[in-house]
Structures are given as C-alpha cells and as structure tokens.
C-alpha cells in the first residue's frame, strides 16, 4: 500500500510539472502586465481650489465635491465642477459632470457636456452649450471640435469646432455656422 500511495504521489507530482510547463510555454502572455493595478494618487472632498497667476491674483477657482489625483499620470480628475474664470469685464462660468486637469497643470478637459456662461447685466450675458472643451488656463482660451450653440439676449448662433477667447470674449466659429437674430 506504501508502494502505491508512493506511485499515486509521483503520478501526480509528473502531471503538476506537465501542466504548469504547458501552461509557461502555451499560455502566459507575451505582452507585459494585461491591466495596470491602481498606483499612487490623493482625493479630497468638498473641495474649493483658488488658482493665482503670476502676479498672485486670484485668477479662477475650481469648487467640486470631489478631486481625485492619480500619480502615475498626473492627471487630476474633477467630479462636478465649478469652474469660474476670474475675467475683468465678467466672470465666465464653467458647468460639467466632470473635468480633467493635465499632468502641466495648463488645461482643463471637459469630456461631457459643458455649459459656460459670462455673468454680466442681462443683456450683456453669454451661454455656451457644447462638449468636449479644453480651456488653456495661461492663453484664457477655449477649444472644441464639437456642436456649439451660442445664446446672447435676441441672437443665437451654433457650429460645429469653435476657438473661444474668453478675454476679449471672440468666439471664431469652425463650420457648419447658423446664426438666428430676434427683432
């Protein structure tokens, strides 16, 4: 019974090195990790973010229930953001489900959709509808390559890409432009 129990032992100790060196040879990925496990990052809630420029002025501010900053890319993810642009001649106001600082800290990314108002006396008010807008911190400026609706009091105008200068508050429409004016 020794001798059998010895060879039911062996028998199986022969198939484990059979399969493990099929599977090593057949089946194990040539690629590196398939995912990559979360790394390294930090989150805050509640939060109000107050960015300066140079000369330390207070030039926008970010109010978010929550940030998430990943450390192996950089990239800050923002869940939904308030984003006010401190502007001389009126604050313009960013709305979106979410929004992604890059790893320069230059850009915000808004993947969704995106309102964006300039907050004046009413006549003198804008509203921008669009989605995927990048806003470059530094040049005050906006990108899309999306549909763009454009309200002011008595005139509506849509397209589709736009560049949009939020100091001098110009926005160049790309193509595909529709303009409608109220009496």
Do not use: C
């Not at 028998?11 to 995912?35: C, G, H, P, Q, R």
């Not at 989150?43 to 192996?72: F, M, Q, R």
């Amino acid at each position: 019974m020794d001798r059998s129990r010895l060879t039911q032992l062996l028998v199986f100790a022969l198939l484990a090195l059979v399969s493990y060196v099929i599977y090593e040879k057949y089946y194990v990925a040539d690629s590196t990790v398939m995912y990559e496990p979360f790394t390294k990052g930090y989150s805050l809630e509640g939060v109000e973010l107050k960015i300066s420029n140079e000369a330390g002025e207070i030039s926008s501010t970010i109010v978010a229930p929550s940030i998430i900053h990943y450390a192996d890319s950089e990239v800050t993810v923002i869940n939904e953001p308030v984003y006010t642009m401190h502007e001389d001649n009126g604050d313009w106001i960013f709305y979106s489900k979410s929004g992604e600082i890059n790893a320069d800290q230059t850009s915000l990314f808004f993947p969704g959709d995106v309102n964006l108002y300039l907050d004046k006396e009413e006549k003198e008010k804008i509203a921008i509808n669009t989605s995927e807008l990048t806003v470059n911190f530094t040049q005050k400026t906006g990108a899309t390559n999306q549909n763009m609706a454009l309200e002011k009091l008595g005139f509506l105008l849509t397209g589709v890409g736009a560049v949009i200068n939020f100091t001098d508050q110009e926005v160049e429409m790309k193509k595909e432009i529709y303009a409608e004016f109220e009496n």
